[in-house]
């Protein structure tokens, strides 16, 4: 830089001499030699212009290389200018420029490794501005609601009308459950926000996220809770009813002195104690199984070995029964003796559903949902589960069938829920059920 402005100072210098000259010439009539010393003011001028000249072009280069982020621009690259401009200030720019680029590349960097971390969770999530322009969403979010681009938050309605109205309403730090039963699914979402400011431009950051399995574990795990306490009390106090129900039935049989008719009246009444008693007992340790599902032993696990299965334990009923072999080579992790028991419960539900049918049809088949799990169907052509009742159907005791203990769903969906998995239904009342047995990873 100091040569480029020792050179310009130079050339200004003798500009300015030459320009007197000029002026002294023609005040002493000396003609010619002021048309030459002209020519020569000329020749310093228009080398002045063309080195400032040079100087610009290069300095818009450079300003054009920063504000687009163009480092291939077109023109001379700095290096091969070396003749034309100083060096101390292509070294400079150079400097500057790659200073930068490498500046740049790091923050492209970090956006593509957190763009890639957003993509990677299972978190569903997106941005949209003030004025409801979506600005971004992940993949997770994506794959939940089948959109691939979506413009303004308004264009949300297509995955549930609601949507769009729960946003502008969203403050941040507020939460908002919203339920969505889609295609053969049903989900429980919350929606949570945070709003920052980039230049200027207030977001919305809003995740979503289907908290359904984790309510119904926690649903489950309070019946537990609720059944370990009953069944221990009540043994507690049948068991010595019982006992004591036995003796005094014994002793009865024994006691001399007493009346027949006395004593066949007493013996009925402790016998109706004994038995009742005994029924009661027996009751709770059918509830006990609810509690004492064993953990999963996960294996790789073809689908079709279950379905295979399935139509070898109901062979008699193949003529009701359909299976529907999966398309593709489908395999889960599970324990085979866990899973073939919720096929078992799900088919004789659907056998009990459709008794009174003229023409039963219950099918299995299996597929991969949009989320890209694995699944496996069990459909019937039944009476059909009333909306209001379908989410009763898997809490612990309760039936709609006369002689039923209400435990067989309760236990599937828990036996799911021990897989990282889930058992839903859907259905209509006359219109047959639907239940999904969805399966997930087990950590082993």
Known sequence: ???????????????????????????????????????????????????????????????????????????????????????????????ALQHYKKHLQEKESQLQYFQALANHIDLSVFVYSATGQVEWMNQAFKIQTGLNFAETIDDLATYHPELPARLRTLHPGELSILQVRRKDEYSQLILSAISFVVLGKPLTVVSMKNIRSVLENKETEAWQKLIRVLTHEIMNSMTPIVSLSELLRNKCMDEPGVDTEDREEINQAVETIFRRSSGLVRFVESYRKVTGIPMPIPEIIPVNHFLDNISLLFKDQK???????????????????????????????????????????????????????TF?????????????????????????????????????????????????????????????VTFGSIQK
């Open 1 to 95: 830089m100091k040569r480029y402005t020792k050179k310009a100072a130079g050339l200004i210098f003798l500009l300015l001499a030459t320009s007197v000259t000029f002026g002294l010439l023609v005040a002493f009539q000396f003609y010619i030699s002021a048309i030459v010393t002209f020519a020569l003011i000329l020749f310093e001028g228009y080398y002045l212009f063309h080195m400032m000249e040079r100087s610009d072009r290069l300095f818009k280069q450079f300003i054009w290389s920063i504000r687009y982020s163009d480092f291939l621009a077109s023109g001379t690259p700095l290096q091969k200018q070396n003749d034309k401009i100083p060096q101390d200030m292509v070294k400079v720019m150079e400097e």
């Open 319 to 373: 003529d009701k029964i359909k299976i529907v072999p999966a398309t593709a080579h489908l395999q889960v992790i599970a324990d085979k003796g866990l899973i073939e028991q919720v096929l078992i419960n799900l088919v004789k539900n659907a056998l009990d559903a459709t008794r009174h049918c003229l023409r039963p049809q219950i099918e299995l088949s299996a597929g991969i949902n949009e989320e890209g799990k």
């Open 376 to 436: 496996i169907r069990v459909s019937d052509n039944g009476t059909g589960i009333p909306v209001e009742v379908q989410e009763r159907i898997f809490i612990p005791f309760f039936t709609t069938k006369p002689s039923g203990s209400g435990i067989g769903l309760s236990i599937s969906r828990q036996i799911m829920h021990m897989h990282k998995g889930d058992l839903s239904v859907l259905s209509e009342n006359g219109q047959g059920s639907r239940f999904f």
